[in-house]
T-cell receptor, first 113, second 112 residues
Framework: DTEVTQTPKHLVMGMTNKKSLKCEQH?????MYWYKQKAKKPPELMFV???????INESVPSRFSPECPNSSLLNLHLHALQPEDSALYLC????????????FGNGTRLTVT | GNSVTQMEGPVTLSEEAFLTINCTYT??????LFWYVQYPGEGLQLLLK?????DKGSNKGFEATYRKETTSFHLEKGSVQVSDSAVYFC???????????FGQGTELSVKP
């Protein structure tokens, strides 16, 4: 079982909808990440939160809006998405530091219609 | 920033065959190196890691040695099983900022 929990597992949304992806970890990690992964491709970093503050935004379009309400939770708010945004969205966490491995959730499979 | 190049797949092997997946990197300093595995329908899991030159990471019969002289971190397993079928990613930190970069991934399919 993964220690990073993501909900929902699957999400289908229209281009005019607003939805949110949720991520939770209880390992005491102070860095949390959102990655986007297309089929059989490596994950691409979107956002990094460190100590609940946004530290990296990889030039992600504003239709994706991250939020870190506390040290255990990470949300990704979605609005006016495009069909090309359909992908697996992965949340991860780690202790801050280059030698600390990432712990991933199982992801949310998003389909935009 | 640092970069990683990984052997592309797909790789198809028979059960009990020997596996090697090549990974080479360019890096400033000596960052930790990682192998992640992604089983169908799941997120990525850390398979093994090495934190300094000549370290050998190992887990579930898989091994990889941090080779400074060849800037490589090849993944090996002596006898693969059907349950090893997955996509394998080599990874290292991009810089000091916490961003992890991944190789292109190698899909492994093991046939009985």
């Amino acid at each position: 079982d993964t220690e990073v929990t993501q909900t929902p597992k699957h999400l289908v949304m229209g281009m005019t909808n607003k939805k949110s992806l949720k991520c939770e970890q209880h390992m005491g990690h102070r860095a949390m990440y959102w990655y986007k992964q297309k089929a059989k491709k490596p994950p691409e970093l979107m956002f990094v939160y460190s100590y609940e503050k946004l530290s990296i935004n990889e030039s992600v379009p504003s239709r994706f809006s991250p939020e870190c309400p506390n040290s255990s939770l990470l949300n990704l708010h979605l609005h006016a998405l495009q069909p090309e945004d359909s992908a697996l969205y992965l949340c991860a966490s780690n202790d801050r530091g280059r030698n600390s491995p990432l712990h991933f959730g199982n992801g949310t499979r998003l389909t935009v219609t | 920033g640092n970069s990683v190049t990984q052997m592309e797949g797909p790789v198809t092997l028979s059960e009990e065959a020997f596996l090697t997946i090549n990974c080479t990197y360019t890096a400033t300093g000596y960052p930790s190196l990682f192998w992640y595995v992604q089983y169908p329908g799941e997120g990525l899991q850390l398979l093994l890691k090495a934190t300094k030159a000549d370290d050998k990471g190992s887990n579930k019969g898989f091994e990889a040695t941090y080779r400074k002289e060849t800037t490589s971190f090849h993944l090996e397993k002596g006898s693969v099983q059907v349950s090893d079928s997955a996509v394998y990613f080599c990874a290292l930190p991009y810089n000091q900022g916490g961003k992890l970069i991944f190789g292109q991934g190698t899909e492994l399919s093991v046939k009985p």
